[in-house]
């Protein structure tokens, strides 16, 4: 009895809960009030995102409720799901009244919500110029960074608040007189950022390459110096370059950056930074310096000049001494450029310089590779010639790279066969390269090479003695796959070449006839078939050539199995596999057309299918082809059984017995009433 009202105490108090949720969350200050009354912790419930009364009442605009709930001692700082207070919620919507009345309260303008952002940067986003007053006034910090390292003057930059951007002003001016204040905050923000991992460097950029534009670390001399301290890090110069944070950068300030940034650009290492330098995402005054750096570089314009076929402007670099193995941002050198361009002039260029054609860019391809990918054979041919020997260059001695790796021969095989670049493959193949190998999958290149229907490749591989009984992870071979895609002139290849046609796949045991029979490929049953497949072959399912072509429907090949001669069990067995699935047509071509009644009976089974299944037409056409008595009754039971009155009415103009007792004692209209098949039990009564 105690656990009884104990239960009905809880349900009641959970009911009280829901209710001041639901009104705080549409402001019925009388209804908050009796909850309050009759004893509801304020504290207590929450709405499914994790919201307390106060936060529902703030986001939604209700000042009284929000009033009345901080005099009932409700928390200020409770945080829903995604750690966002009261005050966040008020100033992400502009709810200035119910902002004033948080911070009157005490709600800390510092916490941060999952995103790291404090309510500043919630209002900063809407660009709400009153409760952006509101907040500085009360003391929030403009310089707080959320997880992008984006501060609420970041934002409203973005949402070009006035409010916000003329108070940073006034912070600036008051910092100039005392310039060691910002320096903490720009060394702690550059620590974060400098890394030697390339991988973490790139993440970094990509990530914040929008995002990022503390305009604070470019504001005073001292916050300066500290920048330049980790300049070694190319994201700050980076950072320094674009043009938002640029555009807030004081004139007097400038200058300085400027001149650090021309330091900087200059050196080997930032060779990276000249192309983002020069892009329309920096500054006017950047892409200025950026193009001069570019253009007092040879190593810096070589790969430019590559990219533009410029063939004078890359040997005149290379003549001052160029770097021929810099690499762009993906790792690609000027070589890998020329190779995938076609330029045959200036990969020979670089190749005679002593460019590295073994160097993989950040796919692991070299320079063999992309130029097979892209067909461009003089220069495969041209790469397969380089010979291991010293270059000398001025007082520089160094050693060329020898021919390509095995398995970068290999690789570029792959490419060029897929594509169909035949004599690519001709020339790989004559360098050595394994027509056996399997790179990046479990397939072969003649599998690849099949599936795309690159004829001529195919018959180059299989002049290499490329093994025709390979199989995949799924037990497919060549053949297997080009019957599925239907490459009609890969399939008689391999077939000339004595692929064994009765090979099966893993997954359904089917050979390559069963597979056309599949898809309906007319043109590569013709050639299986005179190559001498089994008909009588049957899958894992029990299902031969003939049958799968019936139950998918494919007149085109039954008619070939029928030209090649296909016995009476076979045919039976094909017209079962029709009825199953309502294929009309074949039925009528299976059963020779208009069939006379009288002819050979049909076993039972494809008529009870058929009438199974509701396929008028088909059993129309197997009655009048000739079906004993015995079938007919059975299919008058399951077309009863299963509501078909169309079909029961055919059967029984044929001769079916509607008294005979089929299952259990019971007859066909026994059965109709079971379930409730008021028609049938209709035709069957009369």
């Given at each position: 009895?105690?656990?009884?009202?104990?239960?009905?105490?809880?349900?009641?108090?959970?009911?009280?809960?829901?209710?001041?949720?639901?009104?705080?969350?549409?402001?019925?200050?009388?209804?908050?009030?009796?909850?309050?009354?009759?004893?509801?912790?304020?504290?207590?419930?929450?709405?499914?995102?994790?919201?307390?009364?106060?936060?529902?009442?703030?986001?939604?605009?209700?000042?009284?409720?929000?009033?009345?709930?901080?005099?009932?001692?409700?928390?200020?700082?409770?945080?829903?799901?995604?750690?966002?207070?009261?005050?966040?919620?008020?100033?992400?919507?502009?709810?200035?009244?119910?902002?004033?009345?948080?911070?009157?309260?005490?709600?800390?303008?510092?916490?941060?919500?999952?995103?790291?952002?404090?309510?500043?940067?919630?209002?900063?986003?809407?660009?709400?110029?009153?409760?952006?007053?509101?907040?500085?006034?009360?003391?929030?910090?403009?310089?707080?960074?959320?997880?992008?390292?984006?501060?609420?003057?970041?934002?409203?930059?973005?949402?070009?608040?006035?409010?916000?951007?003329?108070?940073?002003?006034?912070?600036?001016?008051?910092?100039?007189?005392?310039?060691?204040?910002?320096?903490?905050?720009?060394?702690?923000?550059?620590?974060?950022?400098?890394?030697?991992?390339?991988?973490?460097?790139?993440?970094?950029?990509?990530?914040?390459?929008?995002?990022?534009?503390?305009?604070?670390?470019?504001?005073?001399?001292?916050?300066?110096?500290?920048?330049?301290?980790?300049?070694?890090?190319?994201?700050?110069?980076?950072?320094?370059?674009?043009?938002?944070?640029?555009?807030?950068?004081?004139?007097?300030?400038?200058?300085?950056?400027?001149?650090?940034?021309?330091?900087?650009?200059?050196?080997?290492?930032?060779?990276?930074?000249?192309?983002?330098?020069?892009?329309?995402?920096?500054?006017?005054?950047?892409?200025?310096?950026?193009?001069?750096?570019?253009?007092?570089?040879?190593?810096?314009?070589?790969?430019?000049?590559?990219?533009?076929?410029?063939?004078?402007?890359?040997?005149?670099?290379?003549?001052?001494?160029?770097?021929?193995?810099?690499?762009?941002?993906?790792?690609?050198?000027?070589?890998?450029?020329?190779?995938?361009?076609?330029?045959?002039?200036?990969?020979?260029?670089?190749?005679?310089?002593?460019?590295?054609?073994?160097?993989?860019?950040?796919?692991?391809?070299?320079?063999?590779?992309?130029?097979?990918?892209?067909?461009?054979?003089?220069?495969?041919?041209?790469?397969?010639?380089?010979?291991?020997?010293?270059?000398?260059?001025?007082?520089?001695?160094?050693?060329?790279?020898?021919?390509?790796?095995?398995?970068?021969?290999?690789?570029?095989?792959?490419?060029?066969?897929?594509?169909?670049?035949?004599?690519?493959?001709?020339?790989?193949?004559?360098a050595g390269a394994n027509a056996e190998a399997k790179l990046g999958g479990d397939k072969t290149i003649l599998m690849n090479a099949s599936e795309k229907g690159c004829t001529a490749v195919v018959q180059r591989l299989i002049q290499a003695g490329a093994n025709t009984?390979?199989?995949?992870?799924?037990?497919?071979?060549?053949?297997?796959?080009?019957?599925?895609?239907?490459?009609?002139?890969?399939?008689?290849?391999?077939?000339?070449?004595?692929?064994?046609?009765?090979?099966?796949?893993?997954?359904?045991?089917?050979?390559?006839?069963?597979?056309?029979?599949?898809?309906?490929?007319?043109?590569?049953?013709?050639?299986?078939?005179?190559?001498?497949?089994?008909?009588?072959?049957?899958?894992?399912?029990?299902?031969?050539?003939?049958?799968?072509?019936?139950?998918?429907?494919?007149?085109?090949?039954?008619?070939?199995?029928?030209?090649?001669?296909?016995?009476?069990?076979?045919?039976?067995?094909?017209?079962?596999?029709?009825?199953?699935?309502?294929?009309t047509p074949v039925v009528k071509l299976l059963l020779g057309g208009s069939a006379q009644k009288g002819e050979d009976k049909l076993d039972k089974t494809a008529l009870v299918v058929a009438s199974r299944k509701g396929h008028t037409d088909i059993v129309e056409l197997?009655?009048?082809?000739?079906?004993?008595?015995?079938?007919?009754?059975?299919?008058?039971?399951?077309?009863?059984?299963?509501?078909?009155?169309?079909?029961?009415?055919?059967?029984?103009?044929?001769?079916?017995?509607?008294?005979?007792?089929?299952?259990?004692?019971?007859?066909?209209?026994?059965?109709?009433?079971?379930?409730?098949?008021?028609?049938?039990?209709?035709?069957?009564?009369?």
């Open positions: 009895m105690n656990t009884m009202a104990s239960e009905a105490v809880k349900s009641k108090a959970a009911e009280a809960a829901k209710e001041l949720i639901t009104a705080a969350c549409v402001g019925n200050f009388d209804l908050v009030s009796e909850c309050i009354a009759h004893g509801v912790d304020v504290d207590g419930p929450s709405d499914i995102n994790g919201n307390s009364a106060l936060t529902c009442a703030s986001k939604n605009g209700h000042a009284a409720v929000v009033e009345h709930l901080l005099d009932a001692g409700a928390d200020k700082e409770a945080k829903n799901e995604s750690r966002s207070t009261a005050l966040m919620c008020a100033s992400e919507r502009g709810f200035t009244a119910i902002v004033v009345l948080l911070l009157r309260a005490g709600a800390g303008m510092e916490i941060k919500n999952k995103y790291s952002r404090t309510p500043l940067h919630e209002c900063a986003i809407r660009g709400d110029a009153t409760t952006i007053q509101c907040l500085i006034s009360a003391g929030a910090k403009i310089c707080a960074m959320d997880r992008n390292c984006a501060t609420p003057l970041d934002l409203a930059t973005d949402a070009s608040c006035r409010e916000l951007l003329e108070h940073h002003a006034a912070v600036l001016a008051t910092l100039a007189k005392d310039p060691a204040a910002l320096v903490p905050a720009a060394i702690a923000y550059c620590a974060t950022l400098s890394t030697t991992d390339e991988t973490v460097r790139a993440e970094k950029l990509s990530l914040r390459e929008y995002q990022v534009r503390p305009s604070f670390l470019w504001a005073t001399p001292a916050a300066r110096t500290a920048v330049f301290k980790w300049a070694r890090d190319a994201f700050i110069i980076q950072l320094a370059a674009m043009t938002p944070p640029f555009s807030l950068v004081p004139d007097d300030c400038a200058g300085d950056i400027l001149e650090y940034l021309e330091i900087a650009l200059s050196r080997p290492e930032s060779l990276h930074l000249l192309a983002y330098c020069s892009s329309r995402k920096a500054h006017v005054w950047v892409r200025a310096v950026a193009e001069a750096a570019v253009a007092a570089n040879a190593t810096a314009k070589l790969v430019p000049a590559t990219n533009a076929g410029d063939l004078s402007t890359v040997q005149d670099c290379i003549a001052r001494g160029a770097d021929v193995d810099v690499r762009t941002t993906y790792g690609s050198t000027a070589l890998m450029i020329a190779s995938t361009k076609g330029c045959i002039a200036i990969a020979k260029s670089l190749i005679d310089a002593g460019a590295d054609n073994n160097v993989k860019d950040r796919t692991g391809s070299t320079a063999i590779v992309v130029a097979s990918e892209n067909g461009h054979t003089a220069i495969v041919e041209l790469l397969l010639k380089v010979e291991a020997g010293k270059i000398h260059r001025g007082d520089v001695c160094r050693v060329q790279p020898s021919l390509p790796s095995q398995s970068d021969k290999n690789s570029a095989l792959m490419k060029a066969a897929v594509r169909g670049h035949t004599a690519i493959v001709g020339l790989l193949l004559d009984e390979a199989k995949d992870s799924n037990g497919n071979t060549a053949l297997l796959i080009a019957t599925r895609k239907c490459r009609i002139a890969v399939v008689e290849l391999l077939l000339e070449a004595g692929s064994n046609v009765e090979a099966r796949d893993d997954e359904d045991s089917n050979t390559a006839l069963m597979i056309a029979s599949i898809f309906g490929h007319t043109a590569v049953v013709e050639l299986l078939l005179q190559a001498g497949a089994n008909t009588d072959a049957k899958n894992q399912n029990g299902n031969t050539a003939l049958m799968i072509a019936s139950e998918n429907g494919h007149v085109a090949v039954l008619e070939i199995f029928l030209r090649a001669g296909v016995d009476k069990v076979s045919k039976d067995n094909a017209i079962i596999a029709a009825s199953t699935r309502g294929r197997l009655v009048q082809h000739g079906s004993n008595e015995e079938a007919k009754n059975c299919a008058l039971f399951v077309a009863s059984v299963n509501g078909h009155a169309r079909i029961v009415r055919l059967l029984l103009q044929a001769g079916a017995n509607k008294e005979a007792k089929v299952t259990n004692g019971k007859k066909a209209v026994d059965w109709a009433e079971e379930r409730h098949h008021t028609e049938v039990v209709t035709l069957l009564r009369q």
